[in-house]
């Protein structure tokens, strides 16, 4: 770098050093009040995913957290016990990717929302489950939530040969990637 070069960087870096410093101590307060903005406006918070819009915390007006994620399919809201599941299995980035909708009410009180890589269904009785895959297409087959199977008690667990899910009214098992469909 030739001396111009260099006397100018440097310049360049003091001037912006000095305008960091100076826009970090001032007071822009000018009627001696503290300002609450970008302060939480409640004691809990959504899980932050980097794909939030600008209302990443819970609302005030509620008793359960949400989060607005920015998505190919628009602003999504995932909320409550749904948004509990989705950030365990690593929200965005993770193996449900993106949400497609907002979550939507299902029968017998029950919610659903859809997401890229299945869907998470949840019943006050059940709490929130995700069902995926080929048992996933099972259980839509058979009536989803509102079907004979009802709504789902665990998630998707590993069995000899394959995957299965609890539901209250049976059980959707794959193995041998066969599906089966035992009602109780």
């Keep these: 770098m030739n001396h111009f070069a260099r006397r100018t ?26 300002s609450d903005t970008g ?11 980097g794909h939030e819009g600008e ?16 998505t190919a399919h628009g602003e999504v809201t995932v909320a409550g016990a749904v948004l509990e599941k989705y950030n365990a299995l690593g929200g965005p980035t993770g ?6 909708a907002d979550q939507r009410d299902a029968p017998g009180g029950g919610t659903v929302q859809e997401f890229e890589g299945g869907a998470i269904y949840g019943s006050p009785a059940t709490g929130a489950h995700v069902v995926w895959g080929e048992i996933r297409t099972a259980y839509l087959a058979s009536g989803g939530p509102g079907g004979t199977l009802g709504y789902p008690t665990t998630d998707e667990m590993d069995i000899e040969g394959g995957k299965q899910s609890d539901f209250t009214g049976g059980t959707i098992t794959w193995v041998n990637e066969q599906t089966t469909v035992t009602e109780k």
């Excluded at 302060?39 to 995913?49: I, K, R, S």
């Excluded at 193996?95 to 497609?100: E, H």
């Design 39 to 49: 302060m939480a406006t409640t004691t809990e918070m959504a899980q932050a995913t």
């Design 9 to 34: 960087a440097g310049i360049i870096a003091a001037v912006a050093l000095v305008s960091g410093l100076a826009a970090g101590c001032s007071n822009d307060d000018e009627d001696g009040k503290s």
């Design 55 to 70: 209302h990443g915390t819970d609302t005030p007006d509620t008793d359960s957290p949400e989060t607005k994620i920015a």
């Design 95 to 100: 193996v449900l990717g993106d949400p497609i």
